[in-house]
């Protein structure tokens, strides 16, 4: 099964990608900031990170920046 990261601080639009996402088969890991997605991107691989960019606690090109330091996954800012 295919693993999404999605990474925002608002938990509305956690759980709307969240359902979508699990609705077309995906498993969903979510992260509330993007200091929480650079850990889970140590030790998880993913196939795809949809990255809030909206995110108050996070800047979230520095995140970008730092996930495609430690990985190739692809990406989708919302």
Known sequence: MDTVLVVADTPEIQDLIHVYLR???YFVI??????????LIKSIS???VILDTGMLRT???QTCTEIWKMSNTPMILI
Do not use: K
């Open 30 to 39: 979510e992260a509330a900031d993007g200091l929480e997605a650079l850990d």
């Open 46 to 48: 993913f196939e795809l």
């Open 59 to 61: 800047d979230s090109i």
């Open 23 to 25: 609705n077309e088969g």
